[in-house]
Structures are given as C-alpha cells and as structure tokens.
C-alpha cells in the first residue's frame, strides 16, 4: 500500500491550525473523527505538543494513517482507533474535546444524528466540538463552488450532502450543546465551534 495523501489537508492544514490553537491551549485529550490520511493529525500533533491527539476512522483508512504516524513518530498522538460514529458504544469515551474536518457532508444523515447523539453522551461538561468543512445557513449554499460541490457529492453518493448549520443546531439543542462561534475560512469553508454546556447533566 502506498502511503495515502491529500492535496486538501495541505491546503488548509494552516489555517485551521490558526483557529484551535487558540481553542485548546492547555494539555488536553483530542478525539479525531474521521482522520482519513492521518495528515492533520501529524499537523496539529507537531504543532501543538500539549494536546494528546486520538486519530480515529471507519476500519479502512486505518493502515494508510499508521504510515504517516510511523514516520512523524510523535508521542503525542495515540494509536487510531476504528470509530465509525454509528458504534455503540464508542471504543474512546474519555476525551476533552473533538474534532472532525470534511467529514459531516460525506457521512448519512443518520450518521450526522448519531454523532450529536454520542457526543451528548461523551463530550464532558464545557467541551468544545470542533468542526471544519463547508456549510450552509438558512437553506442557502455560501458560493457557487458548494453548490456545485453539493451536486457532485450526491452523484458520488446519494447519502452525502452539504449540511445546513440550521439543523446542525437542532441537533445539538437536544444535547445540550450550543454553537459558540462560526469562523469564516478560505474557500468557502467554516470552522464551527459547538460547546457543551458547562452544567450539563446537572438536574437543579
Ligand atoms: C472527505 S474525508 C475527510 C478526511 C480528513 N478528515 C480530511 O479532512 O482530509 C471523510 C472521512 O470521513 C470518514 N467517515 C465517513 N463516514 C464516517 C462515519 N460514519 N464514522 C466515522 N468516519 C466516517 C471517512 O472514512 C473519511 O475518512
């Protein structure tokens, strides 16, 4: 097997990496979901050496992601883990935090749900939920480019789709979960950060 890479990793690697290192500045555990390549992993693990950093995918992606760890031979970043969001339980239930890049519009509906769901049981009190990827709001694409990004997708996959932030946030109200900023990034794509609340779970 080669070693797998993505040209769309280099591409934005930097800028997202401008975003969370402001969010996660002390030692923390990060849970990836859907690492694909493993090329943010190594990224964000080199950069920030406080943060453990858990890679996790569907069980496919997993070998060509150990390539990229065995080289950078960081010991911040953990052994990846197959997580398919749909799992139950999950195979990591301890972190601080997650984060997920191009993962929501590829992954079902269903799965988006299911995510929500899991992170409602899993995200501790106060965590952020970190999530890179292009999205729309009220109904509207952001550009010409996703809309004809949108239609590419569900040609290669019925189930795949652009998600609207609107429904993201539907989701996330029954979790407890708000979104605290959305972040505009470079070509037409967002990081949103969504935060559990700091008192969830607590019955007053
Ligand atoms: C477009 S790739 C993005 C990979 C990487 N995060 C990046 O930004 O290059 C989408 C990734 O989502 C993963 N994925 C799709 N459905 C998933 C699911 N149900 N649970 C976990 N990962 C999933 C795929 O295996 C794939 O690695």
Sequence with gaps: MNKPFSQSCENNKKPILSVIESLWTGSAEILEIGSGTGQHAVYFAAHLPHLHWQPSDRGVMIEGMHM???????SNIRPPQILDVELDPWPVTRFDGVFTANTLHIMSWNHVQL?????????PPGGLFVCYGPFNRGGQYSSESNARFDQWLKRQDPVSAIRDIDDLEQLAVKQEIELESNVDMPANNRILVWKKSPVAGIQF
């Design 115 to 123: 995510l929500f769901h899991r992170l409602g049981t899993y995200l």
């Design 68 to 74: 990229w760890f065995d080289e950078a031979g960081l």
